[in-house]
């Protein structure tokens, strides 16, 4: 595995964190240009804003856009630390995007590996290349952690005397 991409997959492993601390399910991203730039970053936040839209990818997509004032990220490589789901599968294509690094699988809804593979398809204007399982054990402990932690505090308490 390069180690470029292990490098930005730390990034997107830090906006997963922020994630976390937000208590979001921690999954984060980055957009990288070609010139090895971070120009767009973002980590799950459908709870908090409330948008069901706010997934990392959608985020960074949306940051990264907004610095270059074009929704095509042509030549781009996001980062992204869980197997993206089918709404995030179609809007990295509709960006353009040439690249997608991701972490994880996401056996209940991935759409590269998992439950079908969105991106190969085609009908598709655009190709993208894809790598998975880079920080794949990194990227399952935070997720792992996240719902632990909601699982031990939907736990009774013992009330007894």
Request: charged share 20%; glycine share 8%.
């Amino acid at each position: 595995m390069p180690r470029k991409d292990q490098y930005y997959m730390h990034r997107a492993l830090d906006q997963a964190r922020l994630a976390l601390e937000a208590g979001e399910v921690p999954v984060g991203a980055v957009v990288v240009n070609p010139q090895g730039e971070i120009i767009g970053s973002g980590f799950n936040a459908p709870v908090g804003t409330p948008d069901p839209t706010a997934h990392a990818e959608i985020q960074a997509l949306r940051s990264a856009a907004a610095r270059l004032g074009n929704y095509r990220l042509d030549d781009c490589t996001l980062y992204v630390t869980l197997e993206p789901c089918m709404m995030c599968s179609g809007a990295l294509i509709h960006a353009r995007v040439a690249r997608v690094v991701y972490g994880a699988a996401e056996p209940k809804t991935g759409m590269v590996e998992s439950r079908a593979n969105l991106f190969v398809q085609p009908w598709h204007n655009h190709q993208v290349q894809i790598e998975g399982g880079v920080l794949a054990a990194q990227a399952k402990r935070l997720l792992k952690q996240f719902f632990a932690e909601r699982r031990a505090a939907a736990l009774p308490t013992d009330a007894s005397p």
